[in-house]
């Protein structure tokens, strides 16, 4: 198999399960528990979220802490354009809103990106990682502080002044209120769809291919002429617009949203996704964002213990996962299903050369 | 006069981050991880100090034994049953470990003392509130203990690390733990020695951060536990007048930032700050410039 059928394969596999899925769910909606089905439009949010902070983590290689911060900005940013279509302009149609608004998010999110991002990559390593986080925690403080408001067709936008005219949108701590609850499962697969078709298609590019570069290698990647900055930039702001409208679609799920909502834990949690479905994978991602964002209701008859049993299963994956004793045993099982076709491909598979790591897209 | 009084508090709380990022920066000067769950080892410390005062009747300073004693435990069983299969590993996944870990000790906080605030008793620091200036700045007793902790825990680190073989080992660890490795230095020792430093100085930072501000939670530690870590980024991570330095300023920043420009911008303010300080040094105020190898 060359490399470029591996792709094709690769990316059919993780186009047709997820269409599978969605073809289930909407096949199956009339017989989910009611918990169930509420979990369904934000494990659409936590994928596009995973699926495109792996773009920042495991492709551009930059570990990022605040990639709830875009989402909180697409959350706002889509709830205000929404109430303001709403009350400013009469604007009925729900679908056409909630396009509008994941477009405003991931707008607001992607300007957000680019101010963020010329500072932030200039930096390396964990420097880069704690300068994200307090991006994130930047973003949140301020958020606190925003209040927006509807008077006649016109927008207006407080910064610590809560006496605003009109209809109140924004509420600073409070968050938004009221919100008209329009995302719909379907806009979530769309939405899947749209990132999967934006980040699969940029990896396998001529952009792509230079992002892993300055990954792989930053001072070759420099020496061949490569504009490291500028590629890095493509992945965070590729990445923020996504979480932004995603963060869209979040926020207008919910009937109140606060901006505590969107703290450094739900960062760490989306990393987890990525790392737990490995560094790099899209598909990986896509999984494990939907195990974990359930794997709290499943666990829901331990109770008490669910959330200590969630931080266990952590650690044991990575510990299984990453130490030699184990991955050799993992190593030996995957062995076993390979052995039976090796002779057959063992020449083809001699020019192509395994990457390590599971950092094959 | 009310400009000094904000002054002190802020080297006050400035104190207690810097004790807490001792413990990140030793950590990372010598494993080379982020160790997420210190924050969570603060709330443990705090925990046991306010039980064995409240429920056990001891006083001050053997609450404040014992608290180091379970966290220096617990630093070291963390580190051997969590980080230590991982040495060899990428630092992404001894990240989600640390971070798995945090989630641990937060839920079995939850579990063991309940999610209802307790208020931690004021009996813990002895010493009475001075006042200067016929009452015109007063500093309180905590203030006092948190400032000349940090003096002390700082002047017996640094001899501890200049002077000691074992600070000596760990010096050589985090200059090059293969090399150290080879000069038949036990690296797995010195790591362990350093996390207990480190949990036995979260210890103290709890009990001084719950006598500061005496709501006593699962949560507590961490968002102390992120500024910490930010102070030690601030101030170089891996050096240890660094983090003492960037802890300060972290705390005076914070108070002097919520006093005059607004105080629901308080963090805003500090991580602005911390922004602003690497784009201009980007490995921290003390930071060592790395060149990098081709």
Redesign the interface.
Known sequence: MNAKRKKLIYNSVTFGIVILAYVLCSSLYGSMSRSLRGQLIPICCWIVMAVSLNLVVGISGELSLGHAGFMSLGAFSGIVVSGWMLNGFQMENEILRLVIAMAAGGLVAGIFGVLIGIPVLRLRGDYLAIVTLAFGEIIRNVMNCVYASVEGKRLVLGFLNPSLPGKLLLNGPNGAVSVGKIATFGAGFILILVTLTVVLNLINSRTGRAIMATRDNRIAAESVGINVTKYKMIAFVTAAVLAGMAGALYGLNYSTLIPGKFKFDQSINVLVFVVLGGIGNTLGSVISATVLTMLPELLREFSDYRMLVYALLLIAMMLITNTPASRAVLNNVKGMFRRRNLHQTVQATQGTGKEKGGRQP | MIFLSNLVNGISLGSIYAVIALGYTMV?GIAKM?NFAHGDVIMVGAYVAFCAMQYWGLPPAAALLIAMAVCTVLGITIESL?YR??R???S??V???A???S??L???A??IWGANPKSFPSSMIVLPTLSLFGGGLTISGVTLVAILANLLIMLVLTTFINRTKMGKAMRCVSEDRGAAELMGINVNRTISATFAIGSALAAIAGVLLCSAYPVLMPTTGSMPG?KA??AA?FGG?GSIPGAMIGGILLGVIEILGKAYI?T?????IV??V??IV??FR???LLGRQVR?K?
Do not use: R
């Open positions: 990372y982020l969590a299969p991982l060899q590993a990428a992404l996944a990240l989600i470990t971070i798995g870990m989630y641990l937060q839920n079995l939850l579990l992120i870590f930010t980024v991570i607004s629901e911008l308080g963090d805003a991580f602005a911390l922004i690497l784009l980007p490995t921290g990098e081709v």
